[in-house]
């Protein structure tokens, strides 16, 4: 990763704080000219010895482990657009979809759009599309592929959004769907995505071709264990869901406690939901019921053929909950050895090649 690179992975999360970031004075003087031409508004210098706030440290990891220069004779302008076309950006193409309500999502498309075989990727939900690039990139190389980012948690927040339930999202699939014009797609839901995968599976059984359910962030009840990290995370959702503290008072906690789970090169993409108190409160009351409601329920109704993936040392998504889902649906399982969650993010092409594979096999002749 290069300092272009890092400054368009802090380019989402960085619209959406309180205050520009906090960079050390000493930090490279291009780094004001790659802010200007991403957009970003001019980084504050600060004492080298001075220590910014959790999310401002978050940013100095990612920066600090970039190469900090840039090719010769190249203007940040020039480097900035370079990245974009590594990333994901560089991979497809994006267009706003109204949902049913008349939200607007964020729709990502890769691929082509007319082709036999789509595929569409349910994320983690509240995270930008970016964090799943890996996974975008690799579908579309071989059959079109759609994606949307979630209701409400992106661009302007000015707009009131009252529909953050789990029924909305699915209507928000189905939406991402009609406009592609796809009567139906393989699903393939990512962490908090899984949950949303069967729920849509099991409204809009005819379609889903298949269920590719993958490190998924799940609640059977006592069917299966949970780690600290999801009772956690739960528990401190639940508080700004009831109202008993305030998503402000509780930003600084969540902010730290993420933190120290993320990798260097995800963490802006991880944290954005916690940027600011409004897109908190706004990612609490849409991602607590997809953490706390038992998914038991809708997995009768589920006629597709379903695949489920997990890391057997995954500490953030209890391994049990993938183990004991498959066995409930019937589904094929895959272990990925020595995986961390966030390795279950970033569409490796062996993950790739086996959620391919097992599509292919469920292709119409």
């Known amino acids: 990763m290069n300092l272009a690179d890092a400054v368009m992975r802090l380019v989402p999360i960085e619209r959406q704080l309180p205050v520009p970031l906090s960079i050390p004075a000493d930090a490279p003087a291009a780094l004001d000219a790659l802010f200007a031409a991403a957009g970003m508004r001019p980084p504050r210098r600060i004492a080298p010895d001075a220590t910014p706030d959790a999310l401002g440290q978050v940013a100095l990891r990612v920066l600090a482990g970039a190469d900090p220069l840039l090719e010769a004779g190249r203007s940040p302008a020039d480097a900035l657009a370079v990245s974009r076309a590594r990333g994901l950006d560089g991979a497809g193409t994006r267009r706003i979809v109204a949902a049913h309500d008349g939200v607007p999502l964020p729709v990502f498309h890769a691929g082509q759009l007319n082709a036999a075989h789509p595929v569409l990727l349910i994320g983690a939900p509240g995270m930008p599309a970016e964090l799943t690039a890996g996974w975008l990139r690799g579908f579309g190389a071989s059959r079109p592929v759609a994606s949307w980012e979630t209701r409400g948690m992106f661009g302007s927040l000015d707009r009131r959004v009252d529909g953050l339930a789990i029924d909305d999202q699915v209507g928000d699939a189905a939406a991402v769907l009609d406009d ?100 908190l409160e706004r990612y609490c009351r849409m991602n607590h019921p997809i953490m706390s409601t038992d998914c038991r329920p809708y997995l009768a109704r589920i006629t597709a053929p379903c695949l489920v993936g997990y890391g057997e040392h995954d500490t953030t998504t209890h391994p049990e909950g993938s183990r004991t889902l498959a066995g409930l649906l019937g589904a094929e399982l895959v272990t990925i050895p020595g995986a961390s969650h966030l390795d279950g993010m970033r569409g490796h092409p062996a993950d790739l090649a086996r959620v391919l594979s097992f599509q292919r096999g469920h292709d119409p002749r």
């Open 180 to 279: 592609a014009g796809w009567d139906d797609a393989h699903v393939v839901g990512i962490c908090g995505g899984a949950m949303l995968a069967l729920a849509f599976a099991a409204r809009h059984p005819r379609r889903a071709r298949t269920v590719t359910l993958w490190f998924g962030d799940l609640d059977l009840g006592a069917a299966a264990l949970k780690t600290d990290h999801q009772r956690n995370l739960q528990a401190l959702m639940e508080m700004v869901t009831s109202n008993q503290v305030s998503a402000q008072a509780l930003r600084g906690v969540l902010v730290g406690f993420m933190a120290g789970l993320s990798d260097p090169d995800l963490a802006p993409l991880v944290l954005y939901p916690f940027a600011n108190d409004m897109l």
